[in-house]
Each structure stands twice: as structure tokens, then as C-alpha cells.
């Protein structure tokens, strides 16, 4: 990649025999350039237009054929509304076609950031230096009291997790709920820190109209709050990255994955799992990424979950690795599979699993605890 | 629909013939009503629960079982995002499921608004009081100075075009760049209107990190900006929302669809058109909401199309209609096609149709004027 190339995107075609021609495909190419570019030009104005325009890097023939375009940072890295307008805007509607790759060049990484904090700064914060770290979540969540939720983070966080998380769908019509809720389970998050030595973090779920996310998250910070958990699919790409980039918003990003299956749902149609929950949320700043883990009732292929975990993690993007974060369906004995098939810088995420415990939460989390660490054990061996 | 609903999603499922039984499909959508309000909960808790809990309003069942579920206004009316969280969050991720049918109730058309102006708005401002609109686009569109752009506008305002709107990927990395491109444009609109007597509105486009694009947009109408346009799943349906609620930003809203192939491509996931283009940026507060035409290359099926039609026009919404602009491979000889596919509230959109004219743009854009009054007297006798 050339340093002045943003990003290279790889595009999979779905066509029939006859049109996957190697010609055809190399007109389709050329298109894509053009059309995510600069729209259309005549002979006579091409040479201005060159430095916007997008490059055709490699065209594969095969019964799913790939194309690999080049695109200017110029293009792309006004912000990251602009790069996905760019980049699967218009194209994202010709047909069957699926942004399987996405290559991010240096200037992108600068512009963008990435993680703030990434896996070591997560594992400082918790107090975790080694090992995977262990997040549940709130169930029920709506409609349930704030004391109530406080107990319930006392009775995790004395059980030994590392982060608490809200349901992704509990909302804050009044900002003061959140800020309240906030301080009942940073009261509870204290009371199990003495007793344990522990520190548990809360992922407390930043929603709202967008005019005021950052200004809910600034205020959730000065009140001490220790992560914030983020719908970046619903709210857009674009305001993850804003919360990233605000100097003020000092606390690990955890992205939840709501309404992702809209877009990697079909294989033939939207976004591949490892550039909407890897690549994408990477860039903009997530510390933490939530997604369907290849196990439960709601899962992704392994191939595309291990796919996941590396484009989040691998080094060589000039961007802080971020955690991953497979979920749904976990359950304690599972966890010597999921340190097989993901290493052990993996957060174990469990809501049921813990909750459905026939004699308790409290319950549920040591039986975590005890599956983790007789596994980190085994691994060590 | 009760007064405390807030609105009543239809989600279209494809499941295997032994799956789609009339019992499993009842379990399906009770887990769903459950699952994406309160998560979980036991029979004691339930009374407390009630509020959030989301109710099955009816399941039809045959080869593609539609399930209907009703969520309360306590549950999506916080803002945008938590809606699309709740709606299609976490269900979007389980399996072959495509959200189908939005039906709003009214304390969410209170709480969201729908758009400022709407049809009969955009019709005052641009002085056409009944007929098809014509909009244009610059092409090209990246690399071009704001001079050239002012040159294209006033060529095509003088032909007859009601609204020129910048291209999608056009951005300003460097905000001046587009106050500047505004004022050549404005100047240019100024001129035209001297000499034709008509007006021609200016679709900007709005692109900037997510923490700027409320100022960019009141700076840019505080300095005269006659339209927006937003690519508003790029930056998110949130975002379009922020800008119909603030005070300042008082212009007319055009929503550009990049990235919806990612959503709409397949029949079995995602979002549908009427849903994805019509329901959702309607109530958001796009006044004009740009589509896939059904006639072009990137298109969408008749059928689909006209759906878009209905639902940003219908009344009974609680919501001013908005104007559908069907887009991509429009030529001047389909004028009588589209005015018989979707009537004369409707918006023509060209950009190669009137630049690719042998004889320039001034002339493309004649064609279309000429066949549009051609049609409209047709119409009328």
C-alpha cells in the first residue's frame, strides 16, 4: 500500500457464469473506482480528478470473484460518515455484492485513532494483567429499580467479574435515571472492592438523542463513571468515533453489536463480521467489541468469529489491539473451547449463564470463576 | 393500536416446513416480545415488568410467517437509536429474519416530529406549487473547484431545475471548503433566479466528524443554505433526527441512501425499502428521501418502489408526507413512466441523464423540462 492510499477494500461479487468473465469483472472494477469516486468524467478533465480517484488493485476470478480497490486517504479520511459513503455508499446497492476486507493505511489509523485504551490499557483499569476477563450483564434490565441493579452488580462483583455491562436495550428517556443508576452500582462496584481487592468496572449504556451523547457521556465520566457501553450500529460509526476522540471522555468504549444482522445477515449481501465488528469499530476507537459468539442460539460461523478476533487484535494496523468480545449462549463449561478457539486475551461474556444458576447470581459467577481459573491453569501447565 | 403503544413492527421470517409450525412460530414471537424488552425475567417478576414488555399482535403463518409485535412507547421513545436497538437489535442476529413493516403510533410521531417542511413545504420554497420537481447532481464531483460548481449550478438552474444537490462522496475534510462551495452556488442560484424568475434550491451535502455536523449545519444556514443533504444511514438516523429537531437548522432535509444496499440487499434479512427509505427517515425528518428508481442499473423492484411511495406519503401517519425522489438511470423519455408509477408528488432526479446530453448540460436539462411540461398538460387534459 502506497502512503497515500487510505484504505483497500475487497468487494465479493455473487454472478452468474456468464457474466464473471475476466473482462467483465475488470469493467466492473473500473466502475467501482470511478463511481465511488468521482462520478463520472470526460478524457479532458481526468488528469485534475487522478488524485481523488480510486484504483482497481487486483481483480480474482472464481465462482465468487473478488476485487480489490485502492482508495486515496484524500477520499476517505474526512471523517468516517464520508469513508462508508465512499466505500459501500452507492456500490452498496448494485446487485450482490459483500465488503468482505477492509486494509486500513497509515494516514487512516492517525485520522481515526483507534482504541484509546486496548487490551493492556482494559487489563490496567481491571487490575487484570493476564488471563481472560469475565463481563455479565444485567437480566431482567427494564423496568427494574436502580437499588436493584446496584444489588445485583454487588453480587457479580463480590462473585469476582471484571465489568458489568447494561442490556444494550435499557434507555434513558431522562438523563438523571442514568446518572443515578450510575451511582448505585459505582456504590456497589466500591463495597465488593473492599471486600475483594477487586476492581469491577461498570459498562453503563450511553443513549439519547444525538445532539446529546457527548455531552451524557462527559457528565457520566466526571461522575465517575469507569466504561461506557455503545449501540455504534444503531447510533452510527461516526459518533463512536466522536466519543473516542473527545478528550474528555477518558473510560474504555465497549461496542454492542444491536442491529448488526442487518448487515452481515446474508453472505451474499452487506458488511463480512470481521470488518463490521473488527476493522470498523477497531477504527473508530472501540476498546471492547461485542459479537455473536460461534456457540449459542444467536452465533456467527467460527471462521468468521476467529476472523472477528483477529482483525481486532493482530498487530501491524498502527492502531492499540481492542478485546474480543464473543457472546450469547456462554455458558461456564464452554470456556476451556473458548480459550481454545480465541486465546486468552478474550473477555467471557455470560447473561444467562450466570442468572439461570440454579441457586443464584452469586452462584453463577464462581462457577465462572472456578471453570476460568482451572482452565488459565491447564493452559499454564 | 392503544394509545401506549408505540409502535408495531412486522418481521418477516424463512424457516424450513417442520420449523414453521403454528406453536413454534407462537414460542418465536413471544421470545422475540420478551427478548428485546425486558431480556429475561420469572413469573414473580413479571407484574413489575409488565410496562416494558412487548406484546404479539398476531402471527401468520405459510411459507414466510410474519410475525407481528407491538412494543410500548416506554420502550422506544427515548430516542432513535434505542428504537432501532429494541426493534431490530439483538433479533437482527437470529438467523433469516428482515424487518418488514414499521407502523408508528402517535406519541412517536409526536416525540420524533417527521418533517419540518414536508411536501407541501418544499413546494412553497421552490415556487412549484403542483407537478413533478426536477433536481440535478454535480458530475463529477470530486476534485472540481467550487468556481466550476457554481458555473455547473447556474447552467442547470438556468435550464429549469428546482433543486441541484451535491454528489454523496463530496466532502469537506476542511469546513471552509464548503462554505465556500455554498456561496459560489448561492451566487449562482441569485443569478438564475434574475433571469428565469425561478427558484432553484442547494442541496449541500453535510459530511464532518459526528461531534461538528450540527454546527456545520447551522453555520452553513446562518450563511444562507437553501437544503441539506445527509447520508443519513452513514452517520445514522439519530443524527437526521438531531437536525430536524434543532431550531436553527431550518431547511429542507434530503436524505441520500448511501450504504442501504448493506440492508436491504437481501429478501431474508435486514431491512425493507419501505421500511429502510420510507417509515424510518420520514419520521426522522427527511423532507425528500432519495431511492433506487425501479428503471436503472441499481434499482429496486416496482413493487418495492412504490411501498417507499406510500409510506413517506400516507396520511394517517401523524406526519407531513415527504417527497419521494426514485434516482439512479433516470432519462428525460421516462418522465411519463414515473408520473404513471408514482403520480406528479414526486421529485425527478438526473445526474448522467442531463450530463451525458450530446449537446451539454443547459440542453440535458431542457429535455427534461420540455418531456416534464409535455407530460404534466397530458396529465391535466
Known sequence: MSNSTGLIATYQLTLSTEKATDANLQKLAEQIAVGQT?????????????????????????????IKIGFPAETVKSDLGTLLAVVFGKISMGGQIRLVDLEIGPQLAERYAGPRFGMTGVRELTGAAEGPLLMSIFKPCLGVSAETLGEMFYTQALGGVN?????????????????????????????????TGQK??????????????????????????????????CY????????????????PLVAHPALAGAFYGSPFHGV???????????????????????????????ADAQAVSV?????????????????????????????????????????????????????GVQAFVRTLSDSTAALTM
Do not use: W
Open 200 to 233: 469491577t468496572l461498570y459498562a453503563i449504556n450511553l443513549t439519547g438523542p444525538a445532539e446529546q451523547l457527548l455531552h451524557r457521556a462527559r457528565t457520566l465520566v466526571q461522575d465517575g463513571a469507569t466504561a461506557i457501553l455503545f449501540n455504534y450500529l
Open 38 to 66: 468521482i462520478g463520472t468524467a470526460n478524457a479532458g478533465e481526468m488528469e485534475a480528478l487522478q488524485p481523488y480517484l480510486a484504483e482497481v488493485v487486483s481483480v480474482t476470478s472464481h465462482s465468487n470473484p473478488l
Open 163 to 195: 465489568l458489568v455491562k447494561d442490556d444494550e436495550v435499557l434507555s434513558d428517556p431522562d438523563f438523571e435515571s442514568a446518572r443515578y443508576r450510575l451511582e448505585c452500582c459505582l456504590q456497589a462496584a466500591d463495597m465488593a472492592t473492599q471486600e
Open 236 to 251: 452510527g460509526l461516526p459518533m463512536l468515533n466522536a466519543l473516542r476522540q473527545d478528550p474528555d471522555i477518558t473510560v
Open 311 to 363: 482483525a481486532l487484535t493482530h498487530a501491524g494496523a498502527g492502531l492499540k489491539p481492542a478485546f474480543p468480545v464473543p457472546s450469547a449462549g456462554i455458558q461456564a463449561e464452554m470456556i476451556p473451547k473458548i480459550l481454545a478457539d480465541f486465546g486468552s486475551d478474550v473477555v467471557i461474556n455470560a447473561g444467562t449463564g450466570i442468572y439461570d444458576h440454579p441457586i443464584g447470581a452469586y452462584n
Open 272 to 302: 463480512s463480521p470481521q470488518v463490521l465488528f473488527g476493522t470498523l469499530p477497531r477504527l473508530a476507537g472501540a476498546d471492547l467489541v461485542l459479537f455473536p459468539s460461534p456457540y449459542g442460539s444467536v452465533s456467527l460461523p467460527m
